[in-house]
């Protein structure tokens, strides 16, 4: 795979989306404005949601 397209997938908007959810909500907990149980629970059901789509991508992809 070329370096262009790896590129292009991690542009992707879901991974864009992730990388901005991650940034807001560490940032959030760094000034305490939530807990950091919050931003543990916030950012695991992020992270689940978005790797279980791209599982489920994977799955639909294969079955084409």
């Keep these: 795979m070329k370096i262009k397209d790896k590129l292009a997938k991690l542009i992707d ?3 864009i989306m992730t ?8 940032y959030l907990a760094m000034t305490e404005r ?3 149980e919050q931003f543990l629970v916030i ?10 789509t791209k599982i489920n991508d994977k799955s639909n992809d294969k079955k084409e």
């Design 13 to 15: 908007v879901k991974s």
């Design 19 to 26: 990388l901005v959810l991650t940034g807001v909500f560490a």
């Design 34 to 36: 939530i807990s950091a």
């Design 43 to 52: 950012y695991s059901t992020c992270t689940a949601f978005y790797f279980g």
